[in-house]
């Protein structure tokens, strides 16, 4: 039998809400709970099912029952005729979200709203199984992240459908120790699974991704013949080849350079792209395009002065990019190292500069960009080198600074382009970051899927309210007290909001911070 927890007193402030009366003596409706009513919708008798948004005492114990501590109020309430608990009523307000279509795989709203006196009743586990997320757990497409808070841990598995995000993208949002790198830890392992099997890129400025290496050699992971690899990328085997960097990497590599070294520059960039052969050059044929471009005078005997900006320009070129351990004449990291199905490849970024870092994230996102591009239109057949036949999953650690509100960065219009054209073409993009009041607000607009974690910063709590529609403004209040491992998910890949208990990791969790009374015992 359902189990009543109180009857509709009206409605509420709003067309979406009403208001219900609850004893709730077993303080079983939590805030974030979801209750139904049944209506007749269509011809159809149906549970219209919503969630408790607030609550509030409408009848309390008196307060002189409170003032003895060691005497209970129930004692005290019986000896005058009280009914005990039953003395205490609640108000709480629903929010509806309608009952669930299969056919739209969503909920629809009646816009009927319950009838005063009718009764409430608390939706059991199994229903909001059925419900709450889009994909079951280890179907294919899901993402098992872990089970609704307001039940027992276990009870209501959440699975995020990977298609909803992979089309979309998805942002990780959390203050520093959240648990935000352990999250995102949670969804690469459920996107290497069997039944994913994805292709990803992870951006990884701190060195917390390598322990995902411990998949190859656990069992959940394996099916058959499939283990799914980790390949890392250390600063000192990542490599840009130079000639794939645009003029404006170029110019982001050589900060304040005066008008007329942009203008020699773009000259020279130019000149250098029409006279090599398919576009490739070296840095010292890249330097003689910059010498041959240049508006030297010849002097008495005939020889051409070299202009003192070409000099300028020629020192500033060699600072950046000769001997860098990174951008050089050869080597490339090419794509089809980096993006196979059942592969997660981290760039560690850590020891790189940060303009450095900005370049090689700017230049490795336009390359399989244009890949998948290609490759969609048939520009590119089997085999050749750009051909990505599968869709990609790139998810960038503290894009802040990839993507800076206030500022400009190399990577950010790469990211803009791909959050907005990606889906396309099977390129998708994860965001992470602790600062989204430092994040560009357009790069966090184009996330349809949010996992949102503790956030106290009012700052960055008014860019999560102003960036995205689809958490409710009763979840966003829920911000500031959320514990370490819960999370407000959101968006395209879940039917409604929920409030989720992150589930334990299978890899040891490799952003642990760093003990530093214990480092000093040591030492």
């Known amino acids: 039998m359902p189990h009543c927890i109180g009857t509709v007193k009206g409605p509420g402030e709003t067309p979406n809400e009403y208001t219900l009366i609850a004893p709730d003596p077993e303080r079983q409706v939590k805030h974030g709970e979801f209750v139904y009513y049944n209506a007749w919708v269509d011809g159809e008798s149906r549970d219209i099912l919503g969630r408790v948004t607030a609550r509030q005492a409408v009848r309390i114990y008196p307060d002189n029952f409170m003032a003895d501590p060691g005497v209970a109020p129930d004692d005290i309430a019986g000896l005058l005729g009280y009914d005990g608990g039953a003395s205490e009523l609640f108000e709480l307000t629903v929010t509806v979200l309608g009952y669930h279509s299969g056919a739209m795989g969503d909920f629809v709203n009646p816009r009927v709203p319950p009838a005063g006196g009718s009764p409430i009743y608390i939706a059991d586990d199994e229903l909001l199984v ?20 307001s039940r027992a841990d276990g009870a209501v598995p959440v699975a995020l459908d990977v ?3 992979t089309s979309t993208h998805l942002a990780i949002i959390a203050s520093t120790g959240s648990g935000k790198s352990y999250l995102a830890g949670v969804l690469l392992e459920e996107m290497l699974m069997p039944h994913n099997r994805a292709a990803v890129l992870i951006v990884d400025p701190h060195g917390e991704y390598t322990t995902l290496q411990e998949m190859a050699n656990l069992a959940p992971f394996s099916e058959g013949n499939y283990h799914p690899r980790v390949r890392i990328f250390t600063p000192d085997s990542i490599r840009v ?10 110019r982001y590599l050589l900060p304040n350079l005066s008008d007329k070294m942009h203008y020699q520059l773009g000259r020279a960039f130019n000149f250098a792209k029409r006279s090599s052969k398919n576009g490739h050059y070296t840095l010292e044929q890249f330097l003689i395009a910059v010498r041959q471009t240049s508006e030297g005078k010849k002097d008495e005997t005939g020889f051409e002065n070299e202009d003192p900006t070409t000099g300028a320009l020629i020192w500033r070129i060699q600072s950046a990019l000769g001997n860098n351990r990174i951008f050089n004449d050869f080597e490339n990291l090419e794509l089809e190292e980096l993006f196979k199905p059942g592969q997660a490849t981290v760039l560690q970024l850590n020891e790189v500069d ?33 051909h990505v036949p599968y869709p990609v999953f790139c998810l ?19 990211l803009k382009t791909i959050l907005s054209e990606g889906r396309k073409f099977g390129v998708s993009i994860g965001l992470i970051t602790q600062r989204p009041g430092k ?3 357009d790069v966090l607009s184009q996330c349809m899927t949010q996992c949102i974690m503790r956030i106290t910063n009012p700052i960055d709590q008014n860019r ?6 689809s958490v409710g403004r009763d979840l966003l209040k829920e911000l500031p007290s959320l514990s370490k ?14 409030l989720l208990r992150i589930r334990q990791r299978i890899t040891r969790h490799g952003g642990v911070d760093l003990d530093a009374p214990g480092v000093g015992e040591v030492v």
Do not use: C, W
Request: net charge positive; hydrophobic share 40%.
């Open 354 to 386: 940060r303009r450095e870092q900005q370049v090689i994230v700017a230049t490795l996102l336009r390359r399989v960009y244009q890949a998948r591009m290609d490759t969609a239109k048939g520009k590119v057949a089997r085999g050749d080198k750009g």
């Open 163 to 165: 298609r909803g995000f």
């Open 396 to 414: 960038v650690e503290e894009a802040h600074n990839y993507a800076p509100a206030n500022a400009e960065a190399v990577s950010s219009e790469v």
């Open 485 to 498: 491992g819960q999370a407000i998910v959101s968006g395209a890949s879940v039917n409604t909001p929920v």
């Open 130 to 149: 059925q419900v709450l997320s889009k994909r079951r757990r280890g179907e294919r497409g899901s993402a098992y992240l872990g089970s609704l808070l």
């Open 464 to 469: 999560i309210a102003e960036s995205i529609e």
């Open 439 to 441: 994040l560009d607000s």
């Open 241 to 250: 080849r130079i000639d794939t960097l645009t003029l404006p990497d170029l």
